[in-house]
Antibody
Framework: QVQLQESGPGLVKPSQTLSLTCTVS??????????WSWIRQPAGKGLEWIGR???????NYNPSLKSRLTISLDTSKNQISLRLSSVTAADTAVYYC????????????WGQGTLVTVSS | QSALTQPASVSGSPGQSITISCTGT?????????VSWYQQNPGKVPKLMIY???KRPSGVSNRFSGSKSGNTASLTISGLQAEDEADYYC???????????FGGGTKLTVL
């Protein structure tokens, strides 16, 4: 069974870059059957889709974040990375990585999430 | 890309049925059957309950059903149980360049 685990700094200063990694075990990120997505959730608020990447490196981003966002793959480490630049307090949230099954067009597997706080 | 519109809260008594609506536009819900629904308990990870508008993943109770009419998708839970109390989010495909948009979430209270 696939497992996803997010990791990265829990505290980022305003204007700096937020960097997170999602390590996948129990399955290969090179499989053509999946997209790998990032989703975030501010405390007490709803889910926001951030973006996704396919095994060939093709990405789709939320337009509201696109200018600050980079999602990439490291197939040698079976990891997906997220970089969000010029962060503000509004980027404080729990960040989830998730596996989206192409055939279902839905995220069937999620990491536990990691809280990132933007504060000086 | 605007969030889909869901009621902030719904409630029902055990055994009853409830429906949560999810209203989008002709650019998302209205154009595609690719609506999914997620259940999230407090402090927990979202769980997929419905995909492609009306399909249930393996292991999800058949008390959960999904449908769509025009720009509005709906999640119906029949035979309400205490364990159904949670937040529910809809999510719709919105096109190739910006594939996904979530609803604001609905808190379901089982009275």
């Amino acid at each position: 069974q696939v497992q996803l685990q997010e990791s990265g700094p829990g505290l980022v200063k305003p204007s700096q870059t937020l960097s997170l990694t999602c390590t996948v075990s129990g399955g290969s990120i090179s499989s053509g059957r999946y997209y790998w997505s990032w989703i975030r959730q501010p405390a007490g608020k709803g889910l926001e889709w951030i973006g996704r990447i396919y095994t060939d490196g093709t990405t789709n981003y939320n337009p509201s974040l696109k200018s600050r966002l980079t999602i990439s793959l490291d197939t040698s480490k079976n990891q997906i990375s997220l970089r969000l630049s010029s962060v503000t307090a509004a980027d404080t949230a729990v960040y989830y990585c998730a596996r989206e099954v192409l055939a279902m067009a839905a995220a069937t597997d999620w990491g536990q999430g990691t809280l990132v706080t933007v504060s000086s | 890309q605007s969030a889909l519109t869901q009621p902030a809260s719904v409630s029902g008594s055990p055994g009853q049925s409830i429906t949560i609506s999810c209203t989008g536009t002709s650019s998302d819900v209205g154009s595609y059957t690719l609506v999914s629904w997620y259940q999230q308990n407090p402090g927990k990870v979202p769980k997929l309950m419905i995909y492609e508008g009306s399909k249930r993943p393996s292991g999800v109770s058949n008390r959960f059903s999904g449908s769509k009419s025009g720009n509005t998708a709906s999640l119906t839970i029949s035979g309400l149980q205490a364990e159904d109390e949670a937040d529910y989010y809809c999510c719709s495909y919105a096109g190739a360049s910006t594939p996904w948009v979530f609803g604001g979430g609905t808190k379901l209270t089982v009275l």
